[in-house]
């Protein structure tokens, strides 16, 4: 370190006191470290002498090791050497045998060349078809180059060309007589002949020739079962019992139909040629053609066209009257009813068989994409739209009949409104999800939650906005209160129920429609609020119109009662007190009144509204009054009394809400001020440190410097 220090010390570079002594104290300090390092090492010395002698007792056990260390390298070295000569041999004994192999190939083409030559013309004049294109396909199978090359040195070149036009001619000859037996068969509808020349196709290696003849074939007997089918729906009248659903029946008879196609002939063609998605993609555009027939024939019939346009003004008609507030305004009579609408958005079991059974995995997803942009998907859509808008209509509809039919149930505390509301979106959503389009199932389910928000809880909101104690609404706004309690716990069944039905329903979605409908069901679960929010309005309205007009005067005769009282009075108090039960008998009658009014958990919520006004009122009325020894020991009965009752007839504890009185009666109950630090040490105050005192001054024993100088 010292070497290197001074080797990095140029004393000719220095032209400065400063650098000088800089590279003096740089020195100093190294020749620090240099000492500490020697003195460590001296001290040390025997430990350092032990261990270089152990090292040298190790020098002969390592010289064993180097040897045979060399001794294994030798051997390696031998056996690498022995193994890539074996391998060496190995290698040209692998390409000779190769090499005789090719010959012996080559041997065995010319020799079944010759015998094909003369077996196919054998074939074909006793028509032993299937034969004959076995000798072809063994042909076909043979290289011609390497076929010339061996025939040269065989010198057998003459007969190799005779043998190579013999069954060129036999090729042609053979393809035709498949072609005019597999469509004279066709003619006859044979269906054994037919699957006899389809399965020749691939010898003579035309296996889209074959595919495409065969599934024209299909196609035809499908279009043939279809146009039977679409004939049969045209007749049935209006009155047979699936008329409403012929169409639906028909175009699902055409998927039926397809997949039963596909499930009896994929053994022969994945048999034979291994190319079923070809025979799918061309069926599909059948189906494409067929289907898009029978939706033109159902809306023809059924004059669609007609009752959209209709439909779709009498929704823009009533958006208009809603928006201008005149939603009292009906629609016409003449508007028709989208319950007659057909099902036909439902998928029948064609593409699920198509894409559990039929398809290799590796071609599942170029399939389903093809499948998407198929044109009967494209009609599906447009169906599924208009079925929307004519299910948006029925349900607009059923709703505003609801309403005009509302009605209270004999002793009921609600309305027929909420059941009958709910009951029509479960309808309407579920006909939505049987139709397994996640749009159409999301625009129902958004159209709902537009319908609950702005008819349903708009119109209990507005009944409540009356108030209770006009003469003539009181039934009316308590029914309402009701409507939108219940309406809490159906939103949320109908949100379960629904979701349990898309799961049974409607399986394999992708992750982007999972997030869709599951969007869709959070947003109609939080209708919930909204009709919470109703609630709470109605639950206000009613304690500034019935419970605080009634509690303050009732509290307020705890004014009029003197607390400034003798041993005899507080003694005679305790049997008879003049406060807390008549509050208590008030109270009872007041909340006994609501009871077959309001729904349990409307009157839970009023009782804890009560709870709080009569401790809001009762602490006011404390203010007022003024209070000695034993008139704190009363009010500490009465506030004892009063919680009793109240967590009572609230089946819950009311401390929290009656905690400030509480503490208030705790201050007024003291037998003197030391006290005070006392309870501070083992209670948190409710009350802040200026109530508290403002809570002490109204003992009339306790002096007001007194007071003043606790630290609270």
Known sequence: MLSQSLDGIDPKKFTTLEEIKEAYDQLCKEEKIVDERLEWNIGNRHRLEARLSQLAHLVPTLQIVQADARKLENTISFTCQLANNVSAKVRELDIAKGRVSEV???????????????????????????KAAGHIYRFLSMDETVLRHSADSANKGENFETWFERLKNAE???????????????????????????????????HEEGLAKFTNYLCSKIRAKSEKNLSLAKQIGPRDKRAHIIWADTITLLFEEIARVIEIRQPIIETY???????????????????????????????????????QEALRMSNMAMSSNSS?????????????????????????????????????????????????VCDMAVVIGNYTILEQFYLNESFRKAVALDSGEGQNQTSSLVDDAFYIIKKSVRRAIASSSVDGVCAMLNHSVDLLERQLAAGFHQTLRKGFPVQG?????????????????????????LRETIDSAMKDLSPTDSAKLESCLSDLKATSGRFRSVVDFGLSQLQATAIKPKVKPWVDTFTTISHDITE????????????????????????????????????????????????????????????????????????????????????????????????MATLLNLENLSEVSEYSTCTTWRLTPTEMKKTLQLRMDFKYEDIQRLKL
């Not at 609404?473 to 129920?497: F, G, K, M, P, W």
């Not at 203010?623 to 009394?641: C, I, M, P, W, Y």
Request: with cysteine; charged share 30%; glycine share 4%.
């Open 172 to 206: 042609s000859k053979l393809r035709e007589i498949i072609n005019q037996n597999f469509d004279e068969a066709v003619r006859r509808e044979d269906e054994a002949s037919i699957e006899r020349f389809f399965k020749l196709f691939p010898l003579l290696n035309k």
């Open 473 to 497: 609404y009181l039934d009316l706004t308590q029914t309402a209160l009701n409507n939108a309690e219940i309406s809490c716990r159906h939103v949320n069944s109908l949100q379960n129920s």
């Open 273 to 311: 040629y291994w190319r079923l998605c070809i025979v799918v993609e061309l069926l599909q555009e059948e189906c494409d053609r067929i289907a898009n027939g029978i939706i033109s024939n159902m809306q023809t019939q059924r004059k669609l066209n007609n009752i959209l346009s209709t439909v």
């Open 568 to 663: 005899e009075e507080l003694s005679a108090y305790e049997a008879n007190d003049p406060f807390s039960q008549q509050l208590m008998v008030q109270i009872d009658g007041l909340l006994g009144s609501f009871i077959p009014l309001l729904t349990t958990e409307n009157h839970k919520s009023l009782v804890e509204i009560l709870v709080k006004e009569v401790a809001s009122q009762l602490e006011k009325a404390v203010f007022k009054s003024t209070f000695n020894r034993f008139g704190g020991l009363q009010f500490d009965r009465e506030v004892r009394a009063i919680a009793g009752y109240l967590s009572q007839v609230s089946e819950w504890s009311v401390r929290e809400q009656l905690a400030r009185l509480t503490q």
């Open 328 to 376: 009292k305004d009906q629609i016409k009579p003449s508007t028709p009813d989208p319950r007659d609408l057909d099902t036909l958005s439902r998928r029948a079991d064609y593409e699920s068989s198509i894409e559990d059974k039929h398809l290799r995995k590796q071609k599942i997803e170029m399939f389903e994409t093809k499948l998407s942009r198929s044109q009967v």
């Open 104 to 130: 012996q190939k080559r041997v065995g083409d010319l020799l079944d060349l010759e015998g094909c030559a003369g077996g196919v013309a054998t074939a074909l004049s006793q028509e032993d078809y299937e």
